[in-house]
C-alpha cells in the first residue's frame, strides 16, 4: 500500500495539472462557438451548484456548512460567479497562452505578499522565485512589442490585467481560507451552490438564447467548466494532498506548460521565443516558490 499510494497520487495531481491547465483552452473553444463571459459562467455554475446542492443541505444551510454565513458570503464573492467572470472574460481580448501564464504567475506573488501581510507566522515564497515569476510575466508582455505582426490580440492588455486581477481574487481566498481554518470541502460546497444565485440573474438579464446553441457546445462547457474544474478537480486535489502533503503543490508548476502547449497546437496561438522563455521563468519561479528553505 505504501508503494501504491504515492503512485496513485502521481496520478492524481497530473490529473488535476492537465484539467486546469487547459481550462483557458476549453473556454476558448466555447468563446467560438459563440459563447461569452455570461454564458460560461452560468453554464458552469448551473452545473456544478446542483451537483454540490445536496451535499450543501446535508452539511447544513443555517451555519453555511459550517463556516458562518458572513465568512461564506465573502469567499463566494471571490472564487464565484464574479471570480469567473473576471478570470474567463479575459479572454476575450487576450489568447489562451496569456492565461495559462499570467494567472499562475500572479497568484503566489499575491499570495506571498499577503502571507506576510495577515499571516507572519506562514512560510513565505523565496524572493529569488517572486523575482522568476515578475519576469516572465514581463518577457510575456515584451512578447506583443517585439512581435506585433504575430500578435493574436491587439488589445490582449486588457484581458491580462482581468487574469492578473483573478490572481488577486484567488490569493485573497486562499489566505482568507488559511487564516479561518476552514474545511476546504465545505468552502467548495458553499461557493458552488452560491453560484446557482447567478442563474436567475442570468437568466432574467440575458434571455434564453444560449440554449439556441447546441447540445454539444454547451454540454462540453457543463462538463468541463461545471464538473471537472469545480468539482472533481478540486476533490482530487485534496486527495493528493491527504496522499503527499504540501508536495501536491508542486503540481500546479505543471499548468504553464501544458496550458501553452494545447494553446499553440489545438488554438493555433502563435509560439516564439519570448513567450518560451516566459513560460520557462514561470515554471521555474513556480517549482522554486514551493521549495522550503533548507
Known amino acids: 500500500m505504501s508503494d501504491t499510494s504515492p503512485r496513485r497520487a502521481i496520478f492524481y495531481g497530473l490529473a488535476v495539472s492537465i484539467i486546469w491547465g487547459a481550462q483557458p483552452v476549453v473556454a476558448t473553444f466555447g468563446y467560438r462557438a459563440g459563447l461569452n463571459a455570461l ?65 499562475p504567475a500572479c497568484t503566489p506573488v499575491f499570495t506571498a505578499i499577503l502571507t506576510r501581510m495577515f499571516l507572519k507566522s506562514e512560510g513565505r515564497v523565496p524572493i529569488f522565485a517572486v523575482s522568476m515569476l515578475l519576469l516572465g510575466v514581463v518577457v510575456i508582455k515584451l512578447d506583443g512589442l517585439l512581435h506585433p505582426a504575430s500578435a493574436v490580440a491587439p488589445g490582449a492588455w486588457r484581458g491580462d490585467m482581468l487574469f492578473v486581477g483573478a490572481a488577486l481574487m484567488w490569493s485573497t481566498y486562499t489566505i482568507l481560507m488559511r487564516r479561518w481554518k476552514t474545511d476546504p470541502s465545505a468552502v467548495v460546497t458553499v461557493v458552488q451552490v452560491s453560484g446557482l444565485l447567478y442563474v436567475p440573474a442570468y437568466l432574467v438579464t440575458q434571455g434564453t438564447g444560449v440554449f439556441e446553441l447546441s447540445l454539444q457546445v454547451l454540454g462540453v462547457q457543463m462538463l468541463y467548466q461545471g464538473l471537472l474544474v469545480s468539482v472533481f478537480s478540486i476533490f482530487l486535489f485534496n486527495e493528493t494532498v491527504r496522499q503527499i502533503g504540501t508536495k501536491a503543490s508542486l503540481f500546479t508548476a505543471i499548468m504553464p506548460a501544458i496550458g501553452v502547449t494545447l494553446a499553440v497546437i489545438v488554438l493555433g496561438d502563435p509560439l516564439s521565443w519570448t513567450l518560451v522563455l516566459g513560460a520557462l521563468l514561470i515554471v521555474g519561479g513556480l517549482t522554486a516558490s514551493f521549495r522550503k528553505p533548507s
Do not use: E
Open 39 to 103: 454564458d460560461l459562467t452560468f453554464l458552469r455554475f448551473a452545473a456544478s451548484g446542483l451537483v454540490m446542492l445536496p451535499a450543501f443541505l446535508q452539511r447544513g444551510v443555517k451555519s453555511a456548512c459550517g463556516i458562518g454565513w458572513q465568512r461564506a458570503i465573502i469567499l463566494a464573492v471571490l472564487a464565484g460567479p464574479l471570480y469567473n467572470l473576471v478570470l474567463i472574460g479575459g479572454l476575450t481580448w487576450a489568447p489562451a497562452s496569456h492565461s495559462s501564464l499570467i494567472y
